[in-house]
């Protein structure tokens, strides 16, 4: 296990430094120069020339990028230049939000998709069944930027119960902070439990036609018990796989929702960074999250551990 | 009016902060903050008229080159070091000083200099004479006028453009970046019982629809509106409970013809281009009527009112004609930016010029590479706008004087530069007034910008608040407001 | 037939809807087991052996359809609500199946798949189960008990597995153990620990069994009575000894004949039954064993053989043309 | 040798079943609306159709009508026509972007599952680091650097989509690449190209074309996603996803506007999927042989 | 040295297997699946190879093929160092020697058709006519008992088991080899048509003069078609011995063990319950000395100390065991 864990942690070096280099180089070759977008109405070209000299970008790419990974692996990840906040203090900012819009919407969905995906499989087939597979793909089928504004016309102005956009930390009042979060991870979850209901659906209908599942019938056990003890578990693992996934990538922030329901998450940290070319905020952020992916995967790799003994045990 | 309570605001834009150093130029959710937390010399009575603030008397030289204002006395930043001429002077100078290479600094040009020549006495000198100049730059707390404390900015460094000091009614309490910003009542504010509410609250909220929803819901009491979401501003005025706000400002949304580049190096085609243009129906389509036309530079809500403004007339057949005339096709691109905005104001124009022959190819590209673009001229046709400004000068001289970086249509005349240059240095407003007018006619007919709607600037509010004074320039300023 | 009839299947039809049509699993078949006593059931893959036993168990495929009678213990199980099953099922009538890699869930310990059961028909407490699971461990022949207990499947060879299995399926002295294939699997030095585990406890626990396989050879020395099923119906029925000192079904024969012989000389041809059996969807008319029977008529064709008494009403076949000679399975 | 004649005679071998009958009703219905969105589609510019970029900037958002049978939309531009022409977006990104994905993705896959070793260290490393970059910023970086374009726009949901089929992909094969007929194969002398397109590229096309569906569904949406971000198609063309997010700006005043696209979206999208499923099961030969 | 000692009962051996050593990595441990085995196969000969689930029966006849590298040791075939071989070489060699595996329907392609799969062959061989390689796929499907014309256009998964085996009985046979490795070909066939099939192995062997390697883990069937039998355990050979011989009087326990286990179709043989609890040992770390001994009966101390070499105990019966029986 300490193998396991330790193997995987060195994985981590190399995706990380591949993330860092791919994020430098796209956000260099991002067209509209830094130096103009500073100036504005100010660039002339001797102006621009002087900035571009004065911010480093008249350095060739690889000693900019060798620059800023010294920074970073000394802990400093830079400043933006629009605001005057490092890095870290803007991710520390708003980090909690997208974490735990995340995982409310994890929540939901699996909240959703979990139970419905057990009741499909164990009546496969029929007209449950068949109507939770076409309200799956309805659902698929509508774009986050519509469901969220139909349950703030509904929830928020129509029935007054939740609020329609805002945020307030967790901290500051734990009630008002959930009730903010309703709608947008509500919006989330409903985009993503037809996935998970589909993933797990079709992996218990494979379990349960296996022989233990017959057995746990033979001795007897009731009908919840195999489905949530014996049949949940061994189908669990492309939910997990899929969750993960989905949670590495609203780390990187929920742009769409976080935009209409006002959430200050890392989503539009991220964009607002590169409309306004705030490459250092961009290439910070982008690192931090692709460290959060790659730290989720490998919870996610633990969690096939604690799921499945075989792999535990390194059987495969 | 009563005292006490509270105003939720919803704004466009996030803002990124106060320090003109850093942020350059303030947005119109900087302004609402900025002139909470901000004061500024003057500021402009419902008639326009500019009243003291912080100056409490000016007066000018003969030549109008001159300004002399007389300070408050006893003001107070909210960090407890007091207001006077040198802290004015130190504002003025950190953003004139070119090693700080401010993109404020393009505003102040035709100041010289400013003196404090004692506690409480400011002495502006211009290059150029200004007529108006107590109700110009110095009127709301724009990025050049609002007053900073040296001390705060000074001592906080990196992090002060995000810890503003002013002497404004309001201070800074809490801002999360991205969401909420709350100001409370200064308590020692000079001017304290007409400043009502404890606290007022920012919040960016992005997305217009989800903003509307915001204001019916009641979690915020005013929002931030533009025409482009006409739909919401016609329910609201239908709608007792809400009241729409509106200032029809100066300047215009503009677009600029780089003629250097065929097909635009032709005035025929950039004539044609422009008398295809149906005003009425365009601002029908995107803006259910409420965008305004516009066919100068100046717009209604400026000074500058022209007889004849020598705008292009409307004429399909006419622009077809030039077209034909001009014999080759016309094909061009025209840049846009990536939001439903530029998308529908390129669609209708596409089928405008379509009309015409002329083939429009849309590129849509992200906010942040127009300018660039502009600057470094690498456009055929781009979108621009001319802020409001109580004086024409700065932006006209910019953006058509010969080698101006702004000047984007990349035209050199040397009538117009003539008529730029006469038009900075008089004093007597009707000559001055014939010069724009003169200088308005001639763009038309040489047809490098076209004006398409004049600014118009709209808040929607619950119907209970009051006190919002007149959005001069698009600011919305709640720091005097309050609410039945 | 001796002793009380613990199990008796009557008439017992299991229809499969396919793609290609209806196929027809088990096909009127009738059955008693007596308690205490052990039957075997023997026949080719997809004869519809499981199919029999699930059928009995009440744990067909939910699109099958079932009909007939399967009594047991006095009552009908057709007939019993669905939580009167469950209680039945592992209290009195127990299973072990095939595969034991599949058979038992890979991510539950071996404790939690045994006390479940225990729980679930004894109540009893969470020491008292453990207690009684070592004891079962232990009974089955798996060394050091207590560890096992929190060890997974996996961790377990296949005849250890199996062994488990078995524990399970005695945990509460059910009256009749179906053992489908329990050996299958496994290898021939394990297959023969198990089968004599199978038969002492049995012994032991005087409880009534199943053995389903398609290996003669493990029926013989194992069972009081032997069925014989082909395409999903019983072709022929006797006691033991008496199938193998006299059998009269082609079928059984061919069954017997074919298989290797450890007296005869090596590449001596095997006398293999020909062809293979009829597809289950398009049941024959007539024998479903004719076309691959040398013995064969035009009647056998054109007429299904019921199953008849032979010389004793234990000994049951279906054939017109069965085999008078005694047949020496050695010869 | 009397036992060896094993006749193999027609129906001793099973009759590939007549495959029509059990369809099912779902499944035709699936198949017309798919045949009919892809005629329409393909046939788009030869329809008696108004032009679906001609605005009538005066006749906006209105309702049915013989001129207009569904409408226009907010510039006045005949609904039915950008629902026909958005069609034609919708289907070629949502088929051509997940076809970058299968082929790349798929093609990584299969290599990485079949050699093993360090290539698949590198192969499923590279996937993470293009997992782990927000795709957003992917979006907006290629979008803004080489603009915007159909083109443009199919080729970023392929890449994004390329580790989906490439985990898909190297799971299938590497259960298959232990399944005897592969190591039937190599007994042979087969050369690895040939184990790998002969031998395993039919038995991984199943899973992969089972993912495809899927995938042209999310893509179809996702595209929606970045028109409604201003990364999609570029106007006036009309997408689905597009016209949804110019649609919710009128949601109050003319709802049909995003939910017309939204529905023809559910529709084409349970069609696929309905279609790949039971296609699925038809060519499964586990499910064939019962 | 095993080499010397080396059961031979021909100089004319097609095969030779020298002291083979396979292992597989197993995350940082190491199975133990074949550990130097030496054999000799007689051309015209077949040699049943039995033994438990896991011994390294498969893993012994794939490192023949070399389908499995082994760590060390040679293989011989026909003169000829397979285990020196590389790239095309080993290719042309694969034409000589095939494979037949357990699980006829897992062998067989399920996507694609029965007339491709057996001409898969010719076509690696360098068969460019198509007409004649159709004429050769429907002389082998007909050698082996199918209607050629109704069965290649069809799919393995139409076929049952049975069927399937010979088809795969056909794409071995269709290059006309000289050797073939049978890996357990009829365990997953009914007892029925394993009779079919065992039959028909015997006459293709005749007919084509084939020389085999029988795997099987059930004595009777390897008895049924073996000239020689060797038993295997835990990675190593126990016993080597004609097949009568062998059954007769065999000499390792554990071959005594495997043929009293073994079923008798006879009500009256009450099965003798004298079999040793136990399951065979972890390859990972067999047991020192005779890796039987932890199941062994008559194990003492010396089977502990000192791995038992294969001796002769009677002639061409060889023994490895400290303690035969005979
Ligand atoms: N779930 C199912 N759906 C449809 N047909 C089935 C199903 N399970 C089994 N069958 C068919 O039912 C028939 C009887 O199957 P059953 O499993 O009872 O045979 P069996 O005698 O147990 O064979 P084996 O020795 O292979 O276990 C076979 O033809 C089989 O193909
Ligand atoms: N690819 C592999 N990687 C690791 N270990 C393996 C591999 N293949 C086989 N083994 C191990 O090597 C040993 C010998 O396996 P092999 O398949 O040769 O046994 P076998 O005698 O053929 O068994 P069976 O009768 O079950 O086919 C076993 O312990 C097995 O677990
Ligand atoms: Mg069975
Ligand atoms: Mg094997």
Known sequence: ?316 | QKAGGSITVGLELDIPGFDPLKVGVYDTAALTASSALFDTLTYLDANGKPQPKLAVSWSSSEDFKTWTFKLRPGVKFHDGTPFNAEAYKANFDRQKDPANKCRCAFYISNVNNVQAPDELTLVYNLNDPSVNFPSLLISYANQNAAVHSPTAWKTKGDDYNRNPVGTGPYILKSWTAGDRMVLEKNPNYWDKDKVYFDRITLKPLPDAQSRFASLQSGEVDLIWDDEYDPDNIQKAQKDSKLAVHTYEGSGAVVYAFNTKTPPFDDVRVRQAIVMALDRKKWSQAITNGLARPASNPYGDGSWIKCKDDGALPEDVEKAKALIKDYGKPVEFKTLFTATPRGRANGQVLQQFWKRIGANMEIEQVDQATIPPRAFMRQFQMTPWRIVDFADPDTQMYANFKTGSPVALANYSNPELDKLLDRARTTADTAQRIEDYCAISRLINKEAIWFWAFQNTYYAISSAKVKGLPKMYSGVIDVSRAWKE | MTGTTLLSVEDVIVDLPTPRGNLRAVDHVDLVVGAGRTLGIVGESGCGKTMLSRAILQLLPKKAKLSGRVMFDGQDLLQLSPEKLRKLRGRSLAVVFQDPMTSLNPVLTIGTQLIETLQEHLELDDAAATRRSVELLAAVGIPAPEQRLAQYPHQLSGGMRQRVAIAIALSCEPKLLIADEPTTALDVTIQAQILDLLAREQRRRHMAMIIITHDLGVVAGRTDEVAVMYAGRVVERAPTPALFKKMRMPYTEALLAALPKLDAAPHTPLPAISGRPPDPTRPLKGCSFSPRCRYALARCQNEKPALEAAETSAHQFACFHPIEAHADANA | MATLELEVAEEAVTQPARKARRLGILFWVAIGWMTLVFAVAVFAPVLPLPSPTDMDMLERRAPFSMEHWLGTDGFGRDELSRLIFGARISLVVGLCAPVIGLTIGGALGMLAGYFRGRFESVVVGSMDVLLAFPPLILALAVTAYLGQSILNLTLILGVLGIPAFMRVARAATLTLARREFVIAAQALGATHARILLRELLPNVMLPLLAFFLLAVAVTIVVEGALSFLGLGVPPPISSWGSMIGEGRESLDVAPRLAFMPAAAMFLTVLSFNLVGDTLRALTDPRQGAL | MMLRSAPSISSDALLEVDNLVVEYPVGSRIVHAVSGVSLQIARGETLGLVGESGCGKSTLGRAVLQLRRPTSGRVLFDGHDLTEMQGDALRLMRRRVQLIFQDPIASLNPRRKIGDIVAEPLVIAGVKDPEKRKQLVHEVLSAVGLDPTPVVGRLPHEFSGGQCQRICIARALILNPEFIVCDEPVSALDVSIRAQILNLLEEMKGRFGLTLLFIAHDLAVVKAVSDRVAVMYLGRLCEVGPSEQLFVKPAHPYTALLIEAIPMPDPDVRPAETVPVGEPPSPIAPPSGCRFRTRCPRADQRCSDEMPELRAVAPSQFVACHHPLI
């Open chain 1, 1 to 316: 296990m300490a193998f396991f864990v330790a193997r995987r942690l060195l994985y981590l070096l190399p995706v990380l430094i591949a993330v860092s280099l791919l994020t430098f180089s796209i956000a260099s070759l991002l067209p509209g120069d830094l130096a103009y977008t500073i100036l504005g109405d100010q660039a002339t070209p001797e102006n621009v020339a002087a900035l571009r000299r004065d911010m480093g970008l008249d350095q060739p790419i690889w000693w900019r990028y060798l620059n800023w990974l010294g920074g970073v692996l000394q802990g400093d990840f830079g400043r933006s230049f629009r605001t005057g906040q490092t890095v870290l203090q803007a991710v520390a900012e708003r980090l909690p939000v997208s974490i735990e819009l995340m995982l409310l919407a994890q929540l939901g969905a699996l909240g959703i998709g979990v139970p419905l995906a057990i009741i499909c499989a164990a009546r496969s087939g029929g007209p449950f069944d068949r109507f939770m597979t076409g309200t799956a793909f309805g659902m698929l089928s509508v774009p986050t930027f519509l469901s969220a504004i139909l349950l703030i016309y509904f929830f928020a102005v129509e029935l007054r119960w939740l609020p329609a956009t805002g945020y307030l930390p967790f901290g500051e009042d734990p009630l008002a902070n959930l009730r903010f979060f309703v709608l947008p991870s509500l919006t989330l979850a409903l985009a993503e439990w037809p996935g998970i209901m589909r993933v797990l659906r079709s992996d218990m209908i494979a379990t349960l036609q296996e022989d233990y599942i017959a057995l746990a019938k033979a001795k007897g056990l009731p009908p919840a018990r195999i489905l949530f003890v014996h049949a949940l578990k061994p189908s669990s693992l492309t939910l997990v796989t899929i969750t993960g996934i989905n949670i590495g990538r609203l780390i990187g922030g929920a742009v769409i929702v976080e935009t209409i329901f006002a959430l200050p998450g890392i989503g539009r940290l991220l964009i607002g960074a590169i409309l306004t070319r705030d490459l250092i905020i961009l290439q910070g952020v982008v690192l931090l999250v692709g460290a959060g992916f790659v730290i989720t995967n490998f919870v996610v790799d633990m969690l096939y551990a604690v799921l499945d003994p075989r792999i535990r045990h390194g059987h495969s």
